[in-house]
């Protein structure tokens, strides 16, 4: 998996992690801006350099999130996994 794609992930995945309930809420992910997943309790956020060759390289490699995934952690850890979850958060595979 490529820097850009962890970092995304775990965006998201600090999103569902800071919420302690299920929330309809939509993430605010903003262009030019790189989520950072350094582990449990590290997250930051900071721009990108605009330079179409840092844009080319990120993309290289990057792969977009498919839709219905679901990021949780366990043991300290960062996971992925294709489903939905329920209104009171039951998981369901797809």
């Known amino acids: 998996m490529t820097k850009v794609s962890k970092t995304l992930l775990a965006?998201?995945?600090?999103?569902v992690i800071a919420t302690s309930a299920f929330s309809e809420a939509t993430w605010d992910f903003k262009a030019g801006m790189a989520y950072v997943y350094g582990g449990p309790g590290k997250m930051s956020a900071m721009a990108m350099a605009p330079a179409e060759k840092n844009h080319e390289a990120m993309m290289k490699n990057a792969k977009k999130v498919?839709?219905?995934?679901?990021f949780?952690?366990?043991?300290?850890?960062?996971?992925?996994?294709?489903?939905r979850l329920d209104p009171t958060g039951n998981f369901y595979v797809n």
């Not at 949780?72 to 489903?83: A, P, R, V």
């Open 72 to 83: 949780f952690m366990d043991n300290g850890s960062l996971y992925s996994t294709s489903g």
């Open 11 to 15: 965006a998201a995945a600090f999103a």
């Open 66 to 70: 498919p839709d219905n995934t679901v």
